[in-house]
Structure formats: structure tokens, C-alpha cells
């Protein structure tokens, strides 16, 4: 399975505010490659925080994309997959109610019963791997069990940090934004402790946009 983290961010490398309220940061040509590549992937991943505080919707907007899907004989949306220690989602949430694409939640010990069925009755499929937090290498083989193939990491910084600590990235492509957003605890890229030793890329490409953003595009080694 190749697993591809897509991110925006600024000239500082911030993917949102000090508040973390979902700042926008790509431009509409940049959703519209977005767009692309959701269409293009088999499922898309986001961590518990972008997933509780922002409760994406994760589906995909160009009619003429989804068409595409269903002339190749698969749904209209990607399997939309959910990381989360503690999930607590509400039944309007817009990440269970709306789309076509089948659920994937992956939680750990530290959720309710009372949540997990609450999960199950909206029709997502869960699965509880870990006391405290997700085992992650369980959780990709278990995307494979599905047929994914082509995963699309969208955020937040948290989860691309703990995918990129147990080596399990193969690309990053990267917006950056003519924006500088500043703040210490604003977050970044790959949030978390750090690394013990850098994680090395090698530039496969870069362009620059007519926003006056660059799109940058990188294997992980």
C-alpha cells in the first residue's frame, strides 16, 4: 500500500493557527488538485484532532471526478478513515453522515462501549487496536485486508509525525502557502516530541503556482 501525506501550509511551516480552528491555507486551485487526489486514492486518513475539532467531510466535490469513480466500477467517495484514542463524535457528525464513502475508524481502549456501538449503528466499521494509542502497523495491514492500496494522509500533524516515526510514508507533497502564520504553539507538519535523527526526503519535484504558492513533492527515504 502506498501511503501519500498531502498538507498545506504556510512559509513557517504552520498547517493552522494558534487557535487550530481549520485556517485556510490552500488556494482554490490548490483544492482542486486536492480534489484530484482524494479522487484518485482508495481511502483518506485523518488523525483524532482534525477529526473531532474540524470533522471533515472528506468527500469529493467535482461531479465529474465522482463520475470518473463510478465509470471505474468503485464508489463515488474514498473509504474515509478515522485515527482517534478517544473518539466521542456526535450523530451530526458531517465525517459519519455525509458522503458516500465507507467509514474506518481505528481507536483504542480509552473509548466507551457506549461510543463504540454508537459507531457501529451510524455504519462505520471500528476497530480497537491499543490501550492508549492506535497501533498503527496493525491498522495499515488491516487498510490492506480492505484492497486499499492508495492511502491519503490529509492530517493533522500529530498522526503524520507517529506514521512518519514507524516509517510508514512513502510520499509528502506539500502546498506552501505565501502566508506566514508564526506562533509556538501553532502546528506544524509533524507535530509531537520530534525525532531522534531527521527524516530524510529526496525532491522529486517542485513547482510554482499562479497563487504565488509552491507545490512541492517528495519520497520519503
Known amino acids: 500500500m502506498k501511503i501519500t501525506v498531502n498538507v498545506a501550509m504556510t512559509l513557517d511551516g504552520k498547517i493552522d493557527t494558534v487557535i487550530r480552528r481549520g485556517a485556510k491555507i490552500s488556494s482554490d486551485s490548490d483544492w482542486e488538485r486536492v480534489d484530484k487526489l482524494r479522487a484518485e486514492s482508495d481511502a483518506i486518513l485523518v488523525g483524532g484532532r482534525t477529526l473531532l475539532d474540524e470533522d471533515p467531510r472528506l468527500n469529493i466535490k467535482s461531479t465529474k471526478l465522482r463520475e470518473g469513480r463510478i465509470a471505474r466500477g468503485v464508489e463515488p ?16 457528525s458531517r ?30 466499521v471500528v476497530f480497537v487496536l491499543g490501550k492508549k494509542r492506535v497501533d ?11 484492497g486499499i492500496e492508495n492511502l491519503m494522509v490529509e492530517g493533522g ?16 507533497r506539500a502546498y506552501i502557502a505565501p502566508l506566514i502564520f508564526g506562533g509556538a504553539t501553532a502546528p506544524t507538519l509533524a507535530d509531537g516530541m520530534g525525532f531522534p535523527e531527521a527524516i530524510i526526503l529526496d525532491l522529486i519535484s517542485v513547482e510554482q503556482v499562479e497563487d504565488g504558492g509552491i507545490l512541492a513533492k517528495y519520497e520519503v527515504l
Open 95 to 124: 465525517f459519519l453522515t455525509e458522503g458516500a464513502g465507507k467509514i474506518i475508524i481505528f481507536t483504542t481502549q480509552r473509548t466507551s462501549a457506549k461510543q463504540l456501538a454508537f459507531l457501529r449503528e451510524m455504519g462505520a
Open 136 to 146: 498503527l502497523r496493525t491498522a495499515m495491514d488491516v487498510l490492506e485486508e480492505f
Open 77 to 92: 467517495d474514498p473509504v474515509k478513515v478515522g485515527v482517534v484514542s478517544v473518539s466521542t463524535l456526535s450523530a451530526n
Open 157 to 172: 500533524g500529530a498522526i503524520i509525525a507517529a506514521l512518519l516515526a514507524e516509517d510508514l510514508v512513502d510520499e509528502i
